[in-house]
């Protein structure tokens, strides 16, 4: 196979979003937050008054954003709605929906176009702590306008999402070495070649060879998958590459089609890779969010102690506050 351009983490997420998804682990594009954690955001929302402004950091597909729009319904408080984020965000089906947002993507939180003094409200769910927080913390406070409230949900060492991760990034490791994308496209051009000459596979030892290599890796990551409570990422990989060899699947593509599927499996892993590494290494415990408060008050802002938002007694995110 030819030589793949992997993605780099701002391009990772960047490619995310662009699919149209608007959290981290969803199934489909109509999901969103919900239970304790949109709880916790239409409380927020709940304070702003008339001809506020709220900007979002670290903005994504705008999943919090969407909440606070909802939240105050037809009537719309003259409010001003900003996000902000460092991926690329120009296909986001979400915002070309809500043309009064003001998108500024390509953009870090530590030096935004915003004016001094102009926010009065800045929320960020799993944005924040992504940034370089000291800079970021004197940034926020620049922007804030006098009484102007932060409100954070930031990733927590022990989450769930945090679990999550590891297992997924636990997965990845595991397909990788089965080495089960060389076998898929080892024998993709084995068979192709016999078909070519009329040949049928069966009685060809090197794609029998191939073929039994690719059941015995495939069975072996089953195995490992049903010791896991979520082996989401192995059942997608299996199912993607058992497809090219299915007839009322692939049997109309190409060669070069079927081994441009193998190509973008690697890509989106990798990709995927990414985004978990970038996520585990986001979540923080008890020293790590205290570490930030420290920072928020030391650009000069009055920071509420931080408190672990819970869902059925699991842990969700940390739920970091400050006033201006």
């Known amino acids: 196979m030819k030589p793949l351009h992997l993605p780099h983490t701002s391009d990772a997420w960047s490619n995310y979003w662009k ?26 929302f709940s304070h702003l008054n008339v001809g506020n402004s709220v900007v979002d950091l670290g903005t994504g597909n705008g999943a919090i954003l969407e909440i606070g729009i909802s939240s105050v319904g ?29 998108v500024h993507d390509h953009t870090s939180i530590e030096d935004t176009p915003l004016a001094d003094e102009s926010v009065d409200l800045a929320v960020s769910q799993f944005g924040f702590e992504y940034s370089d927080t000291e800079k970021a913390s004197i940034e926020l406070s620049r922007f804030l306008a006098p009484g102007a409230r932060f409100r954070a949900a930031i990733h927590h060492a022990d989450s769930s999402i945090s679990l999550h991760s590891k297992s997924a990034l636990q997965q990845i490791a595991w397909c ?3 080495e089960l994308t060389q076998t898929s496209v080892k024998l993709l051009r084995r068979l ?16 029998e060879e191939l073929k039994s290599f690719f059941n015995q890796m495939a069975e072996r990551l089953n195995g490992y998958g049903d010791q896991m409570p979520d082996a989401s990422h192995i059942g997608y990989f299996l199912n993607e590459l058992g497809s090219l ?32 590494v970038s996520m585990l ?10 570490m930030i408060c420290d920072q928020l008050s030391s ?9 672990a938002i819970e869902s059925e007694s699991a842990k969700m995110a940390w739920k970091v506050g400050a006033t201006k």
Do not use: C
């Open 19 to 44: 699919k149209g998804f608007s959290t981290t682990f969803v199934s489909d594009e109509t999901d969103t937050y919900s239970g304790a954690t949109r709880d916790h955001w239409l409380e927020v």
């Open 74 to 102: 037809a009537d719309q408080k003259q409010l001003t709605w900003i996000a902000v984020d460092y991926a690329d965000l120009a296909n986001s089906k979400f915002y070309r929906g809500h043309p009064e947002i003001q």
């Open 176 to 178: 990788q070495r089965s």
């Open 192 to 207: 192709s070649k016999l078909n070519k000459s009329n040949r049928d596979p069966r009685s060809d030892p090197r794609a």
């Open 245 to 276: 060899f299915n007839p009322e699947r692939a049997g109309e593509l190409s060669l070069h089609q079927k081994i441009g599927i193998v190509e973008q499996l690697e890509i989106d892993t990798r990709g995927y890779e990414r985004r978990m």
């Open 281 to 290: 290494n986001a979540g923080l415990d008890n020293a790590g969010v205290e």
């Open 299 to 307: 650009a000069g802002l009055k920071v509420d102690l931080p408190v």
